[in-house]
Structure formats: C-alpha cells, structure tokens
C-alpha cells in the first residue's frame, strides 16, 4: 500500500508538539515536510473496500478478472475487520458470505480453464470434457447470480467506513494500539500451524493433507503480507515470496485433484470409460509431478515460514509510546478548543 503521510495537523505551536510525539513513539520518519509513517489496519481496510467496490460492475458483467480481484479484496477486508473491532460483528460475516460465493465462481473460471488446456492436449476426450464444462458453467451462473443478488445498489452499504477522528488516528500508531498484539498473535499463531500442516504432508501423496497445508499457508501469507504492510514485518530475506509460490503451486495440484475425482466417477461409463482412459494418466502425471516440486522446495518453505515471527516491542518503547498517547490527545484537545 506504501507508506500514509500525516499532513493534517495544523503547524501551530502544539500541532508541532503532537508530531515530534508522534514520531518518538512510532516507526516515523520525517519527509518532505510531513510525517511518514506505515499505514494503520484501517488505513488499508478502506483502500481495500474501494478496491471491493470497483470490481462491482464487473463482477454483474460476469467478468472473470474482476471476480478474483474483488475475491481477494474481499479476503483481505476479512483479515483486516478483526484487527478494527473487538468482536466480529455483521460486516464480518457479511464479507465473508460475499467471499465465499465468489470463490465458488473463481473455483469454476479455473477449472474451465483447466479444461479448455486438457482439450487440447487430448482432444480424443473432448466429448467428456466437454460434457463437465457445461456441467461448471451451469454452476458458475447460478453462484455468479447469488452473487450479484447481494451486491448494494448504493456501495456505501457494504462495510462502513470506519470514522478516523484525530486522536483515534494518533493511537492507532502508537506501540501499544491493541491491533498490534492482536495481528503479532495472529502471525505467530499461524506460523506454528503451517509449519505443523507441511510436516504432516508426508512424501508420500495425500490429498487432503496437502489440502489443509495449502490453506495453512494461505492464511498465514495473509496474516503476513498484513504485518508487512503496517511495518511490523520487514521481510528482510524475502520469507513471503516462497510462501506465495508454494501456495499457487499446492492450488494447482488440488485443482487437478478435483478433476480427477470427477474422471474416478465416469471411469465405468459405457460412453465416457475411453476418454477417462486417456485422460487419467495425464492428470496422474501432472499431479505427481507438481508433487515432487513440491517435496524439492518444503525444506525451504519451512525456513519461510519460520522466519515469518513477530516479536513484541521492546519495554522502554512501549512505555514512551503510553505516555505519548496521552501527551498527544490533550495536546489535540487544547487545538481543537482554540479553533
């Protein structure tokens, strides 16, 4: 998202109090006149919600690019919401609805184009394949309908902006903001468990293990790319970059899986056992293919995923970034009360 430019203090004798405070007990950095700081989970929570919005128009289009950029914004809203509220509220769950649904249209776009890719690899099966895209296109209507059946006429509906009033502002940078620890936990949290998730998943092949260490590792990029972008992850060594590989890499072995168990239940048709027998060995090959890469990079993708670790602050700053937040909002009163 890049860094947020504090440029709405006043320069009045203690608006410049405020941003010296400001940068003492935040990872600040003065530039061009302003205060360059990294940006808050609301600061990004609302630039995802405009990214959201935007795809709108081309999600009643039925466009499959603005499906997934909206699936992912709709995602990230998800991992951001916790990091604003106390508790999940309705926008919570609403968001996830929304992103559930579209990731049911998502999963059809892309297996219509695994299809379309098989097809012209063996186009002796072109009556199966064929057969099962009018199957996932019936299915991508009808989840594209529900869809755009819960879409806002006004975008303004959907997830509220979040109010940043001044003094909300200045503690949301501070050390001790609560979304901190929160986010901090969460990271740590789910370092653990993609760790044990990639353990689990053996060499030997298993489907639903890789399965869950996908998701393991989905969820912790997330959480991370989070950390990273409010400065309390650097990525120094670049731990996020094997990580968003091997997730694409794992998504592709479990797309090919859900297409082979769709070939295992037309193995004893009369009509289709022939394509399902020249199909099957090409879908086994490229699973255990994509399978060995996969078993070459996960000692590298566990170093990843360790080095993905938050520790907490230390003492002496949180306790100036406490005394600054209070310094800093009477600081804010007294302004706002001479204006």
Not at 243 to 254: F, S, V, W, Y
Request: aromatic content about 6%; some cysteine; hydrophobic content about 40%.
């Amino acid at each position: 998202m890049g860094a947020f430019v504090v440029r709405s203090l006043r320069r009045t004798k203690h608006s410049r109090c405020m941003r010296l405070l400001i940068c003492r007990s935040t990872s600040c950095i003065r530039r061009g006149g302003g205060i360059q700081v990294q940006p808050t989970p609301r600061i990004l929570l609302a630039a995802q919600r405009r990214a959201l919005e935007e795809h709108f128009d081309g999600i009643r289009n039925a466009d499959s690019e603005s499906v997934h950029d909206a699936r992912v914004a709709s995602r990230k809203i998800r991992e951001l919401l916790p990091l604003c509220l106390d508790q999940p509220d309705e926008r919570y769950e609403e968001v996830r609805r929304l992103g559930r649904r579209l990731g049911q249209v998502r999963d059809c776009d892309v297996e219509i184009d695994l299809l379309d890719e098989f097809e012209e690899r063996v186009p002796q099966a072109g009556g199966l394949l064929a057969l099962r895209r009018q199957s996932v296109v019936r299915a991508r209507e009808n989840w594209l309908r529900q869809v755009i059946k819960k879409l806002p006429d006004d975008s303004t509906q959907f997830v509220p902006v979040f109010p940043l009033p001044a003094a909300h502002a200045i503690q949301d940078r501070m050390w001790t903001a609560p979304w901190r620890e929160r986010l901090r936990s969460r990271v740590n949290k789910r370092r653990e468990l993609a760790v044990e998730a990639l353990r689990y998943a053996t060499g030997v092949y298993f489907p639903n293990r890789l399965h869950r260490a996908r998701i393991a590792v989905k969820k912790l990029r997330y959480a991370a790319e989070v950390a990273r972008a409010t400065g309390l992850f650097a990525d120094a060594n670049g731990a996020l970059r094997p990580i968003r590989r091997a997730q694409d890499l794992l998504g592709d072995i479990h797309d090919r899986e859900l297409l082979r168990g769709f070939l295992t239940t037309r193995a004893d048709s009369r009509t289709d056992g022939e394509g399902v027998s020249m199909l099957m060995p090409c879908v086994d090959y490229e699973i255990a293919w994509r399978h060995r890469r996969f078993l070459s990079r996960r000692n590298d993708l566990l170093d990843a995923c360790a080095a993905v670790r938050l520790d907490r602050p230390q003492f002496g700053r949180i306790a100036a970034s406490a005394a600054s937040v209070g310094v800093a909002s009477a600081l804010l009163a007294i302004s706002h009360g001479r204006r």
